[in-house]
């Protein structure tokens, strides 16, 4: 899948097209502590999200311990489902229904009050259509409409689509979306009906037409780069980048495939759709795995590897949590999100019942070990008393 179905604007010189300028200078990579707080503090968050759906789900609204345990890899629990259920007790309840039976969890109260708040932001007609909107972009940045599911999954949770959105947001639009079959009658594909020409524009180029009343397809848009403190950049590398900003831009959701791969105008491309893609998701970031699953899918080989590599100023890959996140660094200031969608604030509440919960165990480790210092204390007072007593009876 290697081709889309608009075409772009030619660039004004046919040379932009063939040549690659890049220098071959070493990009030193500087960690952002602000941006990397960004990613560390939704630390567990998605699976703790994926417990509660599964446990929501339950007609009972309970779950057996021993049920989420098999589904352990899919919600991808860091720990075994009774300890990960213990570690957040302002979130999960686990008891015994009967005596001697198996352990089941609940959610607190006040995790079912933040689930029914964020039922309600997906119920909203505004941020379905929003919601049915971005699904439909990234639809169009694959070109052919489509998409396998199981990549549309690795997007869901930050495309901020519900948890049940074929069902629920997909069969809500269906003059939007289909369920498809392609030349593998076992993979199943999303599909976008028709292309929505409406939709066909990037946040760059909106930005584009809000700042000049003579917008055009491929005029020059330079993209905002923001750098780490510390970030040093050489001389030839700043004049080399000033040049290839000046590139005409090539909208993502027109086709590029036709410029010669080793071109800085074909990379300034590939920088494009990637910078619309981290720009549809609601935090502006996604694990580095799933551009790169997109991007073998739609054919771009390690194109967008080397885009996060070269432009950092637009790009930073946090090492955070176990894994790495590429995140949009002109979306935040510090560790703050510009645009705060309705469902981050959704999600900053689940963060801070688990950070209530990690207090609650400070607290209760501190006075376990005051109790067991005064315990011990009171011990070695008694040992002694009880030598001086054997003493003077000696």
Same mark, same amino acid.
């Given at each position: ?14 040379? !932009? ?7 071959? /200078?070493?990009? =030193? ?19 703790? !999200?994926s417990?509660? &759906? ?17 589904n ?5 629990l ?6 990960f259920?213990h570690?957040?007790?302002? *979130? ?5 229904p ?21 039922? /309600? ?6 941020? +379905?259509?929003?919601?049915?909107? @971005? ?9 052919? @409409? ?7 999954d ?6 901020? !689509? ?14 939007? #979306? ?22 066909? #524009? ?7 037409? &809000?700042?000049?009343?003579? #917008? ?38 027109? &086709? ?27 935090? =502006?970031?996604?694990? +580095?795995?799933?551009? $790169? ?6 054919? $771009? ?25 590429? *995140? !949009? ?28 919960? =990690?207090?609650?165990? @400070? ?9 067991s ?9 008694? *040992? ?11």
């Amino acid at each position: 899948m290697a081709f889309l179905l608009k075409t772009a604007a030619k660039p004004h010189h046919r040379r !932009l097209l063939l040549r690659r300028s890049f220098i071959a /200078a070493k990009i =030193k990579w500087v960690r952002d502590p602000y941006l990397d707080e960004v990613v560390s503090k939704e630390k567990n968050l998605k699976p703790l !999200l994926s417990l509660k &759906n599964l446990i929501i789900s339950a007609p009972s609204k309970t779950l057996p311990t021993a049920v989420a345990a098999v589904n352990k890899p899919h919600l991808r629990l860091p720990t075994t489902a009774h300890n990960f259920s213990h570690e957040y007790p302002s *979130v999960f309840r686990v008891f015994q229904p009967k005596a001697l039976s198996t352990p089941h969890v609940r959610l607190t109260p006040q995790a079912v009050a933040i689930h029914n708040e964020e039922l /309600a932001v997906h119920a909203s007609p505004e941020r +379905r259509q929003e919601a049915a909107e @971005r699904l439909a972009k990234l639809l169009m940045l694959a070109g052919a @409409r489509r998409l396998p599911l199981r990549i549309v999954d690795c997007f869901r949770y930050d495309l901020g !689509l519900p948890d049940n959105y074929i069902t629920g947001l997909c069969c809500d639009f269906p003059e939007y #979306f289909q369920i498809c079959t392609g030349n593998n009658p076992e993979i199943l594909n999303l599909e976008l009906i028709s292309w929505r020409e409406n939709l066909a #524009f990037s946040v760059m180029e909106k930005r584009a037409m &809000n700042g000049t009343s003579d #917008f055009r397809k491929g005029m020059r848009i330079a993209f905002p780069m923001y750098f780490s403190r510390g970030f040093d950049l050489k001389e030839k590398v700043k004049d080399w980048l000033d040049e290839w900003q000046n590139l005409p831009y090539i909208s993502p959701y027109e &086709n590029g495939f036709h410029l010669n791969p080793n071109s800085d105008q074909a990379e300034k491309w590939a920088v494009a759709l990637l910078h619309e893609l981290l720009s549809l998701m609601v935090s =502006k970031k996604t694990e +580095r795995e799933n551009i $790169f699953c997109l991007g073998e899918y739609l054919g $771009f080989g390690s194109r967008l590897k080397k885009a996060l590599v070269r432009y950092t100023g637009i790009f930073y890959v946090s090492n955070k949590i176990r894994t790495q996140t590429v *995140v !949009l660094r002109e979306a935040y200031r510090k560790d703050f999100l510009i645009e705060n969608h309705p469902l981050m604030g959704m999600r900053h509440r689940y963060i801070h019942l688990m950070n209530k919960s =990690k207090k609650r165990r @400070r607290y209760q480790n501190a006075d376990f070990l005051n109790k067991s210092k005064l315990d011990c204390k009171l011990g070695n007072q008694t *040992v002694s008393h009880g030598r001086r007593v054997i003493e003077r009876a000696v």
